[in-house]
């Protein structure tokens, strides 16, 4: 969710391509409810309607599915659960993991982030805190871009950063 309005619940699609061997790709595309362009309902029905694209096919060439024009047209998390499927069921076909298939650079693990919460919560400090305790060496703190806080959110930001340990 966004600042002043949390997520409690978030739904989202699961597309699965399994090929003749059993090798099997996954994707998911979960809109962001008030954000997204497209709802979860948008989202099944574009994922349904692109059966007849891969069903049988064997996806030799996965750019040429990625690149299709019905698979472009498709609302932005369908397409990107489609995408990640397809880009899934490559990586294992070769016996590696997504990440080796779109770098050859990349790491096997990445730094995360925690989120704490907004700058004006007042439990924002205590889990960013807690979150530096358990080992994360950012914290991720939500501005709710409203003009007449501003100041104060920046303020709240400063004390923050000086209320956690440096590395």
Known sequence: GAARAPAHERGGAV???VDAAGAAGQGEGSPLAGHSPETLDDVVAALEATRGLFLGKTLDDPRRYL???RVRALPGAARFALETAVLDLAARRRGQPLRGLLSPVARDEVAASAYVGAAL????????RAAAG???G???V???GAPEVYARELDALRALREALPRE
């Open 138 to 140: 950012a914290v991720k």
């Open 142 to 144: 939500k501005l709710s």
């Open 134 to 136: 358990a080992g994360f």
């Open 67 to 69: 690149l299709s024009e």
């Open 121 to 128: 919560d007042a439990g924002t400090l205590t889990a960013a």
């Open 15 to 17: 597309v699965t391509l």
